[in-house]
């Protein structure tokens, strides 16, 4: 069972089922032709054999004396042991009543074969023996030739061997050629299933159709109208999601307006403290429809592509965030070269920073520090959290994921913008989570002009 279940495993593979199927009807048409060969040999060497009888035994009565001057001799011609077959070859001469005349030694006696004209096959002593029965002219002598048919054997079957010996030895050949074509065809398949394994999650960019067989054509198409497809339905739901937030923003920027109005017009403390509250939501609701137009944004790759000092970037984001560091007691600690330059798009870059320092800021321990550097390759963020603090990295950059850290404000969009803007940007992102300390890698690894 074993083997038949990896058989079928093996003959999974179209082009190991094709290789077989070629293989199989290769051995079945070298059969039928080893067949054919054989039985046209054995046909073409009787009829040369037979013919070769005709002509001995008109000869050999054609010398014989027409006065029966051999009516009362019984002759025997003896072996003279010139070669193997001798013995497999001889005839008989005898008058029409059978009294003998004339036979090779060894001659078959006419109890055992007796005379019959023409030609006739007979087996005796498990051996298969041709004869020619002829009558002379005048009609007084008649003479019966006989042939064993091991001498007819050989050369049937050395003909046929010789024939199908080279048909055999072309075999591996031929399957190595099947095997190389097969697989040459579909190399095609290969590459596109490679492209399309490397295939960026948002490249909805067709595949060319140049120069490909009429199969890999077809399943190209197929491909290029499904990522059509894609891309469709992704444009629409990206659409609907900036329309929504877009219709959003205005009608909450005036009902934190008309709050904060009423908080000022508040004339008790619980009037206030009801008001704020509200406050607080709706500036969390403003919050979160910033983040999805930001999301929406960062969906699309960067235009603008040039050669910018990401060092300078990200000193201009602490910068930007060095009071909300110095409100909580935190102190940073730079370590940035004077310039790295990165081919990238810089807006997108300032929201990627902005972003990752915002966040180290919000989640570090109080009055700890937050060290900012450039290890030669890659630009590290790190801050010390809380013991309590539940990080899972794998799911850092899912969109509202903010795992255990609900008490902190937030929409837990953050690190899915980052996510986005590395991935357009062509920059590798690793979180890490060790010995208290949460650390973010920022790696180039981006394709010039892409």
């Keep these: 069972m074993q083997i038949i279940s990896r058989i079928r495993t093996k003959l999974n593979s179209i082009r190991r089922r094709i290789l077989v199927a070629v293989s199989a009807v290769y051995l079945l048409s070298s059969a039928v032709s080893a067949t054919w060969i054989y039985a046209e040999i054995s046909h073409e060497v009787d009829e040369l054999f037979d013919a070769e009888m005709v002509q001995q035994a008109k000869t050999l009565l054609a010398l014989l004396p027409q006065n029966n001057e051999y009516a009362d001799r019984d002759i025997t011609i003896s072996r003279i042991n010139a070669h193997s ?16 005349l004339l036979q090779t030694e060894g001659s078959l006696d006419p109890s055992v074969i007796t005379f019959n004209e023409g030609f006739a096959v007979k087996m005796i002593n498990n051996e298969l023996w041709h004869s020619f029965g002829l009558y002379s002219a005048a009609g007084d002598y008649r003479i019966l030739l006989l042939q064993q048919d091991e001498f007819r054997s050989e050369i ?11 048909i055999i030895t072309l075999l591996p050949l ?9 697989n040459r065809n579909f190399a095609s398949f290969r590459r596109l299933a490679g492209a399309l394994r490397r295939k ?12 490909d067989t009429e199969e890999v054509a077809l399943v190209k198409t197929a491909l290029n109208h499904y990522l059509h497809r894609i891309e469709q339905t992704f444009l629409r739901e990206k659409q609907f999601s900036a329309d929504a937030a877009h219709e959003l923003r205005t009608p909450l920027a005036s009902l934190k307006a ?5 908080i000022v017009k508040a004339t008790t403390d619980q009037q206030k403290s009801e008001l704020q509250s509200l406050l607080e939501s709706t500036e969390r609701l403003v919050s979160l429809v910033e983040s999805l137009l930001l999301l929406s944004k960062t969906e699309l790759p960067p235009e603008q592509w040039r050669q910018v000092n990401a060092a300078a970037v990200i000193r201009q984001v602490i910068s930007d ?10 102190s940073l600690e730079v370590n940035l070269p004077d310039t790295v330059d990165w081919r990238s798009e810089e807006s997108y870059l300032a929201v990627l920073f902005s972003n990752l320092v915002d966040n180290a800021i919000k989640y570090a321990r109080p009055a700890s520090t937050v060290d900012i550097a450039f290890d030669g390759s890659a630009f590290v963020i790190r801050n010390s959290v809380e013991a309590t603090h539940h990080i899972d990295v794998q799911r850092l950059t899912e969109r509202f994921y903010r795992g255990g850290q609900l008490r902190e404000r937030g929409s837990g969009l953050g690190l899915s913008i980052v996510s986005n803007l590395a991935r357009q940007l062509g920059l590798i992102l690793t979180f890490e989570h060790q010995d208290g300390d949460f650390i973010v890698k920022v ?4 394709k010039e002009g892409e």
């Design 258 to 262: 008309q709050l904060q109005n009423q």
């Design 321 to 330: 965030y060095y009071p909300k560091a110095e409100v909580l007691q935190l």
């Design 443 to 446: 790696d180039r690894h981006h």
């Design 85 to 100: 077959y001798e013995d497999k070859l001889s005839y008989r001469i005898e008058t029409t009543s059978g009294e003998s």
């Design 156 to 166: 049937r079957n050395d003909l046929t061997v010789d024939t199908v010996i080279p």
């Design 174 to 182: 031929m399957l190595w050629l099947g095997w190389w074509t097969i």
């Design 200 to 211: 960026r999650s948002d490249d909805y960019r067709p595949f060319s159709e140049s120069n």
